[in-house]
């Protein structure tokens, strides 16, 4: 201790003697920043020289708090108004982040014992600025002049975008390996225009810590948003939305040897197959999946308490580019797991898809801290032989009941909440059983449709008559088929008995509302703007596009939707509808009561796809005029073919959007509200004898190739890029074979999996298997051996249809016994517009944490996070390990997943 | 007692102090007080300063700058029917802590935003891209006290007409006129679109001006308010903040294409919704920015990004009252990303929430840089903050706040409003210090936010030290 650390101490003892208050000070939290967890000296334990505590940005104020991470307690100032506070230098103001690291020089085991080092940076800033953990006043050092931690001078105009501290590697005793140096740390900053920094420190000999070296800087070829180190302190892992390597096509992570020489670090790019934003590693054991007996994370051999040794896989978690990833894109949005043994995605286990899809987040993270293993176990851990903590295991406590993993993160998102992350079973544990319960995965509900129809009426010609349709869709109920008389007594057409008759996947199936529809609109692709003209060759295009006028006469076409993207669905036989404009006035019809000139709509089919042009960038569909008829009259029979007039303005491709398209299916079209188009599917008179209509990955890619294995010549369109000199092969996709393989890409897409379960059915919760007749094994019967790791169809259902049988007069036929009428299966065509809707729910309720609701605090933006293990210390070993997430909303909050969330408290 | 509010009715659809942020209540008044007796003997307002500035426009080029600043006579001091004040400064010529006025004109109280309609060819002054076609260039403004948008005439010299279309007044139970965006495309029919922060029936409803007949349509799009308008020239498309007192944060997008010009109604364009809630959860919209139209080093546009400042709120306090609730507990700017996607409708992507301090305000993308994402400047009202972001690097590059040795706000007590000069490599920016009445100018170098800085020049006092430039003479 230094003699003005004493005399510090001295003042604050007197001050302390002059009397106590029971009030202490709040925070004073304004819009808090970056934080973090590190050890160093202040006067709230002035014993202690590496004491841990929680250093937190207070932005608003220009400052850095400091929270003893024990009790969370604030340091406090000699006066009361306030807890201490370490303003930071002068045009350094809003300090948003905070790195930490120990120097590895202390006498503990682990090399604790000495104060940290702990950095802190302003948004926009290229300087670090140094606290001065060692000095009992604690504060930012003032730098001399010129600033040796100013990295604009390295790199002038830079911003520190991300900043870690590490520790110092050096080789180690045998040749090839390495061990953390004593007294030293690093700090690596992440600089715009592509750069790192690297700032070397050491403890100096009156105890406090120094830049070292001068900072060097690294080249990376890419803008790194956020960076990590591996557990092993040899890799650092940077996330980036750019190619990690310029001209490699790799999007992902790139890892740095930083066992090498700084400047020289060699680079390596893992794909994570889109950019990503948010970065952490860690080492776990993850799961077994083909395992037997419930959820376990190896095969148990005699003898052998486990496969292999806790925590050995190597894994870096990565959140992907919101903007780059999605349901259609080549990646699903998520966290992913990258295994940088591989080089890149951790392998699906399941061997289904070629690679295992990512976690899905149902917010934006800002934020990302891992926390491993406690050092010591809870005190009321519960007993198990072979996942115990102080066998490398931790708790972890979702509302679905506590479980052991190996691996726990959790992201601050942009929804208020922090979700926590078992890295052991590639999920967000749920708060509810995706299996059991009104909570489990589930069809909720369903109804039909059939319009009404419009006849001629035989009594006045002329005039016509709505009549109730006979027609009804429905799904066929296989349990009911074999046991029913008449076959259409198995179609299931009400909320009662629908859901039964769709199969559905935990952990596939979305919350959603489908619809099977007869020709029903394509989705994206009703009553839209449009455009016509001719062809080349003559035929009669139709693009849903709007065309802008320019001032120098010529026309910019916006609002352009991609009818030659597969996704958009648009098939040859599909039909298309128009209503031209009145502008169009060779298309106006007579309007038989007012006989005036009005507008009405045409319709006919679509001949051809054809590929983007300068005329329709977005692709058109060639249409047959020879079908084109005027839907005035309502009775198909009667309508009139359009003039050779109106064709001939139609092909007249009009300065301004002159007409509303809807694109309509030629048969059957399913889609989801959120899903969009999923598929055609087609009826069935017995479904015994055809396979169900499914949007099942596996049979529409199959492994071990998937998706990977589906070629398609549109997707990632291209148009943008290349204009009308796209690839030839893009352009050429215009048969049935290319187009089909496009869609079916696109839908397999929509059929990835969405959740990894760990739960299934088990005798000792839901009952015996051979007797039960309800619950797990028989909402899940299909699939219950194969749980947890089951794949199968997002939705899968026998779509069917009843007709009524009409008397001589038409009316329906009743059958005396039932009172109900008579039908048979189908064999009218179909209405348009029938159709047939049910509900499914996914079951995945995400467990997370934030304020508990008695602490009046709002949720509303969490910005960092960082880990702490409290279980060391005497008296907090039933706290476990825990995280410290700062709030925009002037708190912080030490939480953690291992215990209940009502543990959570709110610091302010 | 003259009040300056309406208190809550039945009448009222949505709560009349919703909005008010627990540190802000004096700025956001604003954009609240409505319906106030006039008052026939209040005194004139002042044509020498600037009386709580709000809305502010520049126009020229460097060094012929013509600043054009709303005075809102937010206390009503002065007379509430004519007690705002248009000014036309010129602030080169105008001393330190003062003013080199040109022109100024009378107006209703509480001014609202102020947009620009630039004719094709404004004597002495630079042409904008997106000329409108009108004889003569014409800046817009709403006053709220009297629901009165006035299409002020804009003479080279600086002077300003309110000519005989000149106030228009907006549909009656279009209540608080407030934001303003002017949409000329390529000559097109100029069109201005005025917000309304209130209406009787609590409906999200815009006003579309013809500047050239004055005529006017208007439109509702669901329950809620409007804030501000973002125009997309290159798609002809509008965004508008809007907000619910149960807590939505919609931001909507009509196509204004000449599809839906009249006679069609303009709640027949194509428009849509989307709730940024689901991506920032409490998000109370405000102040909207669209970045410029850009292509990336390989020569491929970039989509288009949404720049939002918005206020936070508790949404569970929400839930459970029913409807916003009056204080905020923080802010952020949103960026989203338009995606066109494939079916030709926007699809709107989160980029990022940054957090940025108590009462987002105002948001101005800077000019463009070749083959780089966008700068954005927002005003942060109750903490008195101006950050500048740098949207390629996805981080804040600057923040200016309070003066280290004094502790003074450096741009003023509660800084608002934000116009922006293209000054080439660099931007100026013009920031009104709402309860200070100035105004700031900020030099942003474009390559390198990071450099931005307050302009200075030396003290009058005190000629061997620099001190902030400062148009207008601060209101004690």
């Known amino acids: 201790m230094t003699a003005r650390n004493a005399l510090l101490l001295l003042a604050l003892a007197a001050s302390a003697g002059c009397g106590s208050s029971a009030a202490k000070p709040d925070l004073g939290l304004v819009s808090p920043g970056g934080?973090?967890?590190?050890?160093?000296?202040?006067?709230?334990?002035?014993?202690?020289?590496?004491?841990?505590?929680?250093?937190?940005?207070?932005?608003?104020?220009?400052?850095?708090?400091?929270?003893?991470?024990?009790?969370?307690?604030?340091?406090?100032?000699?006066?009361?108004?306030?807890?201490?506070?370490?303003?930071?230098?002068?045009?350094?103001?809003?300090?948003?982040?905070?790195?930490?690291?120990?120097?590895?020089?202390?006498?503990?085991?682990?090399?604790?014992?000495?104060?940290?080092?702990?950095?802190?940076?302003?948004?926009?800033?290229?300087?670090?600025?140094?606290?001065?953990?060692?000095?009992?006043?604690?504060?930012?050092?003032?730098?001399?002049?010129?600033?040796?931690?100013?990295?604009?001078?390295?790199?002038?105009?830079?911003?520190?975008?991300?900043?870690?501290?590490?520790?110092?590697?050096?080789?180690?005793?045998?040749?090839?390996?390495?061990?953390?140096?004593?007294?030293?740390?690093?700090?690596?900053?992440?600089?715009?225009?592509?750069?790192?920094?690297?700032?070397?420190?050491?403890?100096?000999?009156?105890?406090?810590?120094?830049?070292?070296?001068?900072?060097?800087?690294?080249?990376?070829?890419?803008?790194?948003?956020?960076?990590?180190?591996?557990?092993?302190?040899?890799?650092?892992?940077?996330?980036?939305?750019?190619?990690?390597?310029?001209?490699?096509?790799?999007?992902?992570?790139?890892?740095?040897?930083?066992?090498?020489?700084?400047?020289?670090?060699?680079?390596?790019?893992?794909?994570?197959?889109?950019?990503?934003?948010?970065?952490?590693?860690?080492?776990?054991?993850?799961?077994?999946?083909?395992?037997?007996?419930?959820?376990?994370?190896?095969?148990?051999?005699?003898?052998?308490?486990?496969?292999?040794?806790?925590?050995?896989?190597?894994?870096?978690?990565?959140?992907?580019?919101?903007?780059?990833?999605?349901?259609?894109?080549?990646?699903?949005?998520?966290?992913?797991?990258?295994?940088?043994?591989?080089?890149?995605?951790?392998?699906?286990?399941?061997?289904?898809?070629?690679?295992?899809?990512?976690?899905?987040?149902?917010?934006?993270?800002?934020?990302?801290?891992?926390?491993?293993?406690?050092?010591?176990?809870?005190?009321?851990?519960?007993?198990?032989?072979?996942?115990?903590?102080?066998?490398?295991?931790?708790?972890?406590?979702?509302?679905?009941?506590?479980?052991?993993?190996?691996?726990?993160?959790?992201?601050?998102?942009?929804?208020?909440?922090?979700?926590?992350?078992?890295?052991?079973?590639?999920?967000?544990?749920?708060?509810?059983?995706?299996?059991?319960?009104?909570?489990r995965a589930s069809v909720t509900g369903g109804t039909v449709f059939s319009p009404s129809l419009v006849v001629p009426d035989p009594e006045n010609p002329g005039q016509y008559l709505v009549k109730p349709s006979r027609l009804r869709l429905g799904l066929w109920d296989l349990v009911q088929w074999p046991k029913v008389t008449r076959p259409t007594a198995a179609l299931a057409s009400n909320a009662t008995n629908m859901p039964s008759t769709v199969r559905i996947t935990p952990g596939y199936t979305a919350t959603d509302t489908w619809t099977v529809m007869y020709q029903g609109p394509l989705p994206g692709l009703s009553a839209r703007a449009g455009q016509t003209g001719a062809t080349a060759d003559g035929r009669l295009w139709l693009a849903v596009q709007t065309p802008l006028p320019r001032s120098d006469g010529s026309t910019q076409l916006v609002d352009v939707a991609r009818l030659f993207d597969p996704s958009l669905a648009v098939h040859v036989g599909d039909i298309a509808q128009l209503a031209p404009a009145s502008t169009v006035t060779a298309c106006l019809t007579t309007d038989p009561d007012t006989e005036g000139l009005s507008t009405t709509s045409y319709e006919t089919r679509i001949t051809a796809i054809l590929p983007p042009s300068a005329a329709y960038p977005g692709g058109a569909v060639a249409l047959d005029e020879a079908q084109l008829i005027d839907l005035r009259n309502p009775v198909a029979s009667e309508r009139l073919p359009a003039t050779p007039e109106c064709i001939a303005a139609l092909k007249q491709v009009a300065p301004a959007g002159n007409m509303l398209v809807t694109l309509r299916a030629a048969g059957l079209v399913a889609g989801g509200a959120s899903m969009g188009y999923v598929g055609r599917p087609q009826l069935e008179a017995d479904p015994t004898a055809a396979e169900p209509f499914a949007l099942t990955y596996s049979a529409l890619a199959p492994p071990p190739l998937g998706e990977d294995g589906i070629s398609c010549p549109i997707l990632p369109w291209p148009a943008e890029a290349y204009g009308p000199n796209a690839p030839a092969a893009f352009t050429a996709c215009v048969d049935e074979a290319c187009r089909s393989g496009c869609e079916r890409l696109v839908l397999a897409r929509k059929a990835r999996r969405l959740y990894y379960l760990s739960d299934r059915c088990l005798d000792t919760v839901d009952g015996p298997k051979a007797t039960a007749t309800k619950g797990c094994w028989v909402d899940w019967a299909a699939i219950a051996d194969a749980l947890p790791d089951a794949s199968g169809p997002i939705v899968s259902f026998h779509l069917g249809c009843a007709q009524t049988q009409v008397d001589g007069k038409g009316d329906p036929i009743i059958d005396p016994r039932t009172k109900t009428v008579v039908e048979d299966v189908c064999t009218a065509e179909l209405e348009r517009d029938m159709s047939l809707t049910f509900i499914t729910q996914s079951g995945i309720t995400y467990a997370y944490r934030g304020p508990t609701s008695g602490s009046n605090a709002a949720a509303s933006f969490p910005v960092a996070a960082a880990p702490f293990d409290r279980s060391p210390y005497p008296g907090k070993q039933a706290d476990g390990y825990r995280f410290f997430v700062t709030y925009s909303e002037n708190f912080l909050i030490d939480l953690s997943p291992g215990t209940a969330y009502s543990t959570s408290k709110v610091i302010r | 007692m003259e009040r300056l509010t309406l208190s809550r009715t039945p009448d009222y659809g949505s709560h009349p102090v919703h909005h008010v942020a627990r540190r802000s209540a004096p700025?956001?008044?604003?954009?609240?007080?409505?319906?106030?007796?006039?008052?026939?003997?209040?005194?004139?307002?002042?044509?020498?300063?600037?009386?709580?500035?709000?809305?502010?426009?520049?126009?020229?080029?460097?060094?012929?700058?013509?600043?054009?600043?709303?005075?809102?006579?937010?206390?009503?001091?002065?007379?509430?029917?004519?007690?705002?004040?248009?000014?036309?400064?010129?602030?080169?010529?105008?001393?330190?802590?003062?003013?080199?006025?040109?022109?100024?004109?009378?107006?209703?109280?509480?001014?609202?935003?102020?947009?620009?309609?630039?004719?094709?060819?404004?004597?002495?002054?630079?042409?904008?891209?997106?000329?409108?076609?009108?004889?003569?260039?014409?800046?817009?403004?709403?006053?709220?006290?009297?629901?009165?948008?006035?299409?002020?005439?804009?003479?080279?010299?600086?002077?300003?007409?309110?000519?005989?279309?000149?106030?228009?007044?907006?549909?009656?139970?279009?209540?608080?006129?407030?934001?303003?965006?002017?949409?000329?495309?390529?000559?097109?029919?100029?069109?201005?679109?005025?917000?309304?922060?209130?209406?009787?029936?609590?409906?999200?409803?815009?006003?579309?001006?013809?500047?050239?007949?004055?005529?006017?349509?208007?439109?509702?799009?669901?329950?809620?308010?409007?804030?501000?308008?973002?125009?997309?020239?290159?798609?002809?498309?509008?965004?508008?903040?809007?907000?619910?007192?149960?807590?939505?944060?919609?931001?909507?997008?009509?196509?204004?294409?000449?599809?839906?010009?009249?006679?069609?109604?303009?709640?027949?364009?194509?428009?849509?919704?989307?709730?940024?809630?689901?991506?920032?959860?409490?998000?109370?919209?405000?102040?909207?920015?669209?970045?410029?139209?850009?292509?990336?080093?390989?020569?491929?546009?970039?989509?288009?990004?949404?720049?939002?400042?918005?206020?936070?709120?508790?949404?569970?306090?929400?839930?459970?009252?029913?409807?916003?609730?009056?204080?905020?507990?923080?802010?952020?700017?949103?960026?989203?990303?338009?995606?066109?996607?494939?079916?030709?409708?926007?699809?709107?992507?989160?980029?990022?929430?940054?957090?940025?301090?108590?009462?987002?305000?105002?948001?101005?993308?800077?000019?463009?840089?070749?083959?780089?994402?966008?700068?954005?400047?927002?005003?942060?009202?109750?903490?008195?903050?101006?950050?500048?972001?740098?949207?390629?690097?996805?981080?804040?590059?600057?923040?200016?706040?309070?003066?280290?040795?004094?502790?003074?706000?450096?741009?003023?007590?509660?800084?608002?409003?934000?116009?922006?000069?293209?000054?080439?490599?660099?931007?100026?920016?013009?920031?009104?210090?709402?309860?200070?009445?100035?105004?700031?100018?900020?030099?942003?170098?474009?390559d390198n936010p990071g450099e931005a800085a307050i302009v200075e020049v030396a003290d009058p006092a005190d000629p061997t030290r620099q001190v902030p430039r400062r148009l207008g003479q601060e209101r004690q």
């Open chain 1, 35 to 439: 934080v973090a967890v590190f050890r160093g000296l202040t006067t709230k334990n002035a014993l202690d020289p590496a004491h841990p505590y929680v250093a937190v940005a207070n932005s608003g104020r220009d400052e850095i708090i400091f929270i003893d991470t024990l009790d969370d307690e604030p340091v406090l100032a000699p006066v009361v108004v306030r807890p201490l506070a370490a303003p930071t230098l002068p045009g350094e103001p809003h300090p948003t982040m905070l790195a930490s690291v120990g120097l590895h020089d202390g006498q503990n085991a682990d090399g604790t014992g000495l104060p940290d080092l702990l950095v802190v940076v302003s948004p926009g800033s290229s300087r670090l600025q140094l606290v001065a953990t060692w000095d009992l006043a604690t504060h930012v050092v003032q730098p001399p002049e010129p600033d040796p931690l100013d990295l604009g001078a390295l790199a002038p105009g830079a911003q520190v975008l991300a900043v870690i501290a590490v520790p110092v590697l050096e080789p180690g005793a045998t040749a090839g390996t390495w061990q953390v140096a004593r007294g030293k740390a690093r700090v690596v900053a992440s600089l715009a225009g592509g750069r790192l920094a690297v700032v070397d420190f050491a403890r100096q000999a009156d105890g406090s810590i120094a830049p070292s070296a001068v900072p060097v800087l690294q080249d990376l070829g890419f803008e790194a948003l956020s960076l990590a180190e591996s557990p092993d302190h040899d890799r650092l892992y940077a996330a980036t939305v750019e190619e990690v390597i310029p001209g490699s096509g790799v999007y992902g992570v790139g890892e740095l040897d930083t066992t090498g020489a700084v400047g020289a670090w060699t680079l390596r790019a893992l794909d994570a197959r889109v950019g990503t934003t948010l970065v952490a590693a860690a080492k776990v054991t993850e799961r077994f999946v083909g395992v037997q007996d419930g959820d376990t994370f190896c095969v148990r051999q005699p003898g052998e308490p486990f496969c292999k040794a806790p925590n050995e896989d190597l894994r870096v978690y990565a959140f992907l580019d919101p903007a780059a990833c999605g349901r259609s894109a080549r990646m699903p949005c998520g966290l992913a797991v990258i295994d940088p043994a591989g080089g890149g995605l951790l392998a699906d286990p399941t061997g289904e898809m070629p690679y295992l899809p990512p976690m899905a987040v149902p917010s934006i993270p800002v934020a990302i801290a891992i926390a491993g293993p406690t050092a010591l176990p809870p005190t009321n851990e519960p007993s198990d032989a072979q996942l115990s903590v102080a066998g490398g295991y931790m708790l972890l406590a979702p509302g679905s009941g506590q479980v052991k993993t190996t691996g726990v993160a959790v992201l601050a998102s942009g929804d208020g909440r922090v979700y926590m992350v078992d890295l052991a079973r590639w999920h967000i544990p749920l708060n509810a059983s995706i299996l059991r319960t009104s909570t």
């Open chain 2, 27 to 446: 700025l956001l008044l604003i954009c609240l007080a409505a319906a106030c007796g006039s008052s026939g003997t209040a005194p004139l307002s002042p044509l020498d300063r600037f009386h709580y500035p709000v809305g502010v426009a520049v126009r020229g080029s460097a060094g012929q700058e013509q600043l054009l600043v709303v005075s809102s006579n937010y206390d009503l001091a002065y007379d509430r029917d004519e007690g705002g004040v248009l000014f036309s400064v010129g602030p080169e010529a105008s001393p330190q802590d003062g003013l080199a006025i040109e022109g100024a004109m009378r107006m209703g109280s509480f001014g609202g935003e102020l947009a620009v309609a630039e004719a094709a060819a404004p004597a002495g002054l630079d042409t904008s891209p997106d000329a409108c076609d009108l004889p003569q260039s014409v800046a817009l403004v709403a006053s709220r006290a009297t629901r009165q948008v006035y299409k002020v005439a804009l003479g080279a010299d600086g002077s300003l007409t309110c000519g005989p279309d000149c106030p228009q007044l907006l549909p009656e139970d279009f209540l608080d006129p407030f934001g303003v965006t002017v949409a000329c495309r390529n000559a097109r029919r100029p069109r201005a679109f005025v917000t309304a922060r209130r209406t009787n029936r609590a409906v999200s409803r815009l006003v579309e001006i013809d500047l050239s007949t004055g005529a006017q349509r208007t439109a509702d799009f669901g329950y809620g308010t409007t804030h501000s308008v973002a125009y997309d020239a290159a798609l002809d498309r509008i965004y508008f903040t809007s907000s619910a007192d149960y807590g939505s944060a919609a931001l909507r997008y009509v196509d204004v294409t000449p599809w839906c010009d009249p006679p069609l109604y303009l709640a027949e364009c194509h428009a849509d919704v989307v709730n940024v809630g689901e991506f920032v959860r409490g998000a109370d919209l405000g102040g909207i920015a669209l970045s410029n139209a850009n292509v990336d080093a390989d020569g491929k546009p970039m989509p288009r990004r949404l720049y939002i400042g918005a206020r936070l709120f508790d949404a569970d306090l929400a839930a459970s009252l029913g409807w916003r609730p009056g204080f905020d507990t923080g802010g952020v700017l949103i960026v989203l990303e338009v995606d066109e996607a494939q079916f030709g409708v926007p699809a709107f992507r989160f980029i990022g929430a940054i957090p940025v301090g108590f009462g987002p305000a105002e948001v101005r993308v800077l000019p463009r840089r070749p083959g780089k994402r966008d700068v954005v400047a927002i005003t942060v009202s109750d903490e008195g903050l101006l950050w500048i972001y740098d949207d390629d690097v996805g981080a804040m590059a600057r923040v200016f706040g309070r003066d280290e040795i004094t502790g003074a706000p450096l741009l003023g007590r509660v800084p608002y409003g934000i116009a922006v000069q293209d000054r080439g490599t660099s931007a100026r920016l013009y920031v009104t210090a709402f309860d200070s009445s100035f105004v700031t100018p900020v030099d942003v170098p474009l």
